[in-house]
């Protein structure tokens, strides 16, 4: 008669022997040189990269303009807009296109995240944004580019979702919003580095080797995405459950080793043949692709709906998306802007300038103030309230001057304040949900804010111009709409919000758990066994 005692103690002991061996498998995964800072400039180079096609498909270098004639001189046509003789609205196209192939592929990279290595779907991403920005350079029609440029879109689905949730986990406690402010910075930075780039590449050598350059620079970051060994998600299993199961496994199987050893030659070739019958009758079964697809798209419908009944998350992402339709038209219309009102002749370098250095200090700035306030909810929708509003007062103002420098010294305020929101409103898109809805989060954000917000304004704003004729009236129109935002964002003040970063989540499971998960039955881990498993012999010595 077997001692329940006895079996209980035996089954903690492999309990503690699996345990023991999944840190030590996970602690030797990864590699020395992947520190958290190093993951951080990582994911700041890319965005930096992808921003930078952004900026220089903005740039008067590279978007160019049509042949104007004014009192009997003539320019010639220049850039994309010259050579394939586009109005504002398809040239407003071209922008917003990219936003196809994010809207597509966010939410297909956020729920792959559960179950295949983040950054194997990063190297995909971007291998495919390599080859599309390349092969902008040469489209020989409207169409070609634009396929082209919506393919850029899935490059950016791919790490969008993915970056945040990993900063996020690996910055200090104190500095989360700093992190997130920094790979955020490069927003901007891309930008206004865009702008320069794509003025002097366009206007020095052609606006199709301004797409060839930035094809160049993300190819090393699609390869390292292939070959970079993941770190742990919080609120996310990916690989270590079936790494716990397995070492689980392993260690009954060496404790039905040890039980059958015990058995007489007699028992243990009847308890062997029991093994392999009952292996092969209750060998597993994998589910078929429908089925998995099937238990994807519940799994997708169900994160939605927790998604959409959030309160805070929906009020955050409707002010996103009302300061996005702004800033998204700023940046693409920003230079045609100030070249047509104040007469700019190197548009590109101010606007670029100006972009870079409020974009850095003032995105560092958000980021630095919250953390200072404490990093809390409420904090966090002051914040972007208060520097939403009189950043929107102060660029109202500065449209209203007719003198250049006046408008210049306004405006660059006026974008410090506005760029300040960037770190708490990722913030509070992380934190408002559960961890293992981060990615979906960021990813619905990103696609919300693209969607509704930069993707319609680019050419609406150029519908309004072709029917104004009137850039400063319609820079005024435009700016007005951050008003709406900013009052979002103060609504959300008096809600209940509550950071749930540390709630526990159905995906996820610690260290702790898989230590005090009961082990099953060695009579139920027989049925589970393999065929394979069942079938290799077991070497025991022959007692006399």
């Not at 345990?19 to 590699?31: A, D, E």
């Not at 029609?141 to 396929?147: C, G």
């Not at 914040?383 to 306004?410: D, E, H, P, Q, V």
């Amino acid at each position: 008669m077997a001692n329940p005692q006895h079996e209980e103690e035996e089954s903690k002991s492999v309990v503690s022997i699996a345990s023991t061996s999944l840190r030590k498998s996970r602690k030797s995964k990864r590699p020395s040189w992947f520190t958290p800072k190093r993951l951080l400039l990582i994911f700041c180079m890319i965005n930096l990269v992808n921003y930078v096609d952004r900026g220089a498909i903005s740039s008067n270098g590279v978007n160019g303009n049509l042949a104007i004639c004014r009192n009997g001189r003539c320019k010639p046509a220049t850039g994309i807009q010259g050579h394939f003789l586009l109005n504002n609205f398809s040239v407003g196209c071209l922008s917003s296109a990219f936003m196809v192939g994010l809207l597509v592929a966010s939410p297909i990279f956020a729920a792959l995240a559960k179950s295949v290595n983040p950054f194997k779907l990063i190297g995909v991403g971007l291998s495919i944004w390599t080859f599309a920005v390349t092969g902008c350079g040469f489209s020989f029609n409207f169409l070609s580019i634009l396929i082209c440029r919506m393919l850029v879109g899935v490059g950016e689905a791919s790490f969008i979702s993915l970056a945040a949730p990993f900063i996020d986990d690996n910055a200090p406690a104190a500095q989360k919003t700093l992190w997130l402010s920094t790979f955020y910075m490069c927003i901007p930075s891309g930008y206004a580095l865009g702008y320069v780039y794509g003025g002097l590449v366009g206007t020095t050598l052609s606006w199709r080797a301004a797409f060839w350059g930035e094809g160049i620079l993300m190819l090393p970051f699609a390869i390292l995405g292939f070959v970079m060994k993941p770190l742990r998600m919080k609120g996310f299993k990916h690989d270590e459950s079936n790494e716990a199961l397995t070492v689980q496994e392993t260690a009954v199987s060496e404790v039905q080793g040890t039980d059958t050893c015990a058995l007489n030659p007699k028992d243990r070739a009847v308890s062997m043949k029991e093994d392999v019958t009952n292996s092969t009758i209750h060998k597993p079964s994998k589910p078929k692709i429908a089925t998995k697809i099937k238990n994807h798209l519940s799994r997708f419908m169900k994160d939605m709906k927790d998604l959409l009944v959030d309160k805070v998350y929906v009020v955050n992402v409707l002010g996103y998306v009302a300061y996005n339709f702004v800033i998204g038209s700023y940046s693409y219309w920003g230079p045609k802007a100030g070249y047509n009102i104040y007469h700019m002749t190197n548009a590109d370098m101010i606007f670029g300038g100006i972009t870079i250095v409020c974009g850095i200090v003032g995105t560092l700035a958000g980021g630095f103030l919250l953390d200072f306030m404490s990093n809390t909810m409420s904090n966090a929708f002051k914040l972007l309230s208060t520097a939403t509003l009189f950043g929107a007062i102060l660029c109202f103002g500065a449209f209203c001057l007719k003198n250049m420098y006046g408008f210049l010294a306004l405006f660059a305020v006026g974008q410090l304040l506005l760029f300040a929101t960037q770190g708490p409103v990722n913030f509070v898109c992380l934190h408002c949900v559960k961890p293992s809805l981060r990615p979906l989060s960021m990813a619905i954000s990103t696609v919300a804010i693209h969607i509704f917000g930069d993707v319609p304004s680019s050419p609406l704003v150029g519908v309004v111009q072709d029917h104004i004729k009137n850039w400063r009236s319609t820079a005024l129109i435009l700016t007005s709409v951050l008003i709406p935002a900013a009052a979002i964002w103060f609504t959300a003040i008096f809600m209940d919000s509550v950071d749930r970063y540390d709630e526990e989540s159905d995906d996820e499971e610690s260290d702790d758990e898989i230590e005090t998960t009961e082990m099953p039955s060695l009579e139920e881990k027989k049925t589970e066994k393999t065929t394979e498993s069942a079938a290799q012999p077991v070497t025991c010595s022959t007692v006399v």
